[in-house]
């Protein structure tokens, strides 16, 4: 399967026809490591849990969320909430785990083809706009939160960020070396930028959303700008 990039919304129509749900699928992926044998009443669970977590973390912070306040927002006991987590390190941690999975799942549908290196550079960008647009609840939390949260936990974030960013620097580099690219690319600089710019969207939504941007008009734009800076 390849992703289907055409638009926002035949994204997210493949996405969701892909899954019967992203709890379902979440608990496909981590079930074994949460210790968990229940399938129906743990997706309903999972759902209500890191719905809760990302509502409490956007209004007080989730260091300073406790499980009690995890407990009563979800309506899941004490004791409910450590059969699925045994702590906030392990909940945060679950997060950033199927966040960085998912996406690496995405990335492996978009074909590399030699001397198509402009169309890929473009693919990865919009991808990563979709998903993040799709699953902006959870790209916030995990940019927000889970560098806070311990020293691996916060390596494991650092390395996902750059896995992101090395990837758009094999990609320009590719396209460079191929003079698909312009010659003067800074690629390692280009490929920071487009990074931060992946991150404006979902960490500042209210600065686009005031200007009446949607996710396709900013995807455009930045496409328009690589066409600028970097393409011939």
Not at 109 to 137: C, F, G, M, W
Not at 161 to 170: A, D, P, S, V
Request: some cysteine; charged content about 20%; overall charge neutral.
């Amino acid at each position: 399967m390849q992703a289907d990039l055409s638009s926002y919304q035949q994204f997210k129509r493949q996405f969701t026809d892909r899954y019967e749900s992203i709890w379902s699928h979440l608990f496909n992926q981590c079930h074994e490591q949460l210790d968990i044998k229940n399938k129906n009443t743990a997706v309903v669970k999972l759902e209500s849990i890191i719905s809760s977590t990302f509502a409490l973390s956007q209004n007080k912070g989730f260091q300073s969320m406790t499980m009690r306040d995890l407990s009563e927002h979800s309506g899941i006991s004490m004791g409910g909430l450590y059969t699925y987590f045994s702590n906030k390190q392990v909940l945060a941690s679950t997060i950033h785990s199927y966040l960085e999975a998912l996406c690496s799942e995405w990335y492996e549908t978009l074909p590399i083809k030699q001397d198509q290196h402009a169309d890929h550079l473009l693919a990865q960008v919009r991808l990563h706009l979709y998903l993040s647009e799709l699953l902006k609840n959870w790209f916030y939390f995990v940019y927000m939160e889970c560098r806070h949260l311990g020293t691996q936990l916060k390596k494991s974030v650092m390395e996902s960020e750059l896995k992101t960013e090395q990837m758009l620097l094999q990609t320009l580099t590719k396209g460079r070396d191929n003079h698909e690219f312009k010659s003067s690319v800074e690629a390692n600089f280009i490929a920071a930028m487009i990074k931060a710019m992946l991150q404006d969207w979902y960490l500042k939504p209210w600065k686009y959303h005031g200007k009446k941007i949607t996710i396709e008009s900013y995807a455009q734009h930045l496409q328009n700008l690589l066409t600028q800076l970097v393409f011939i």
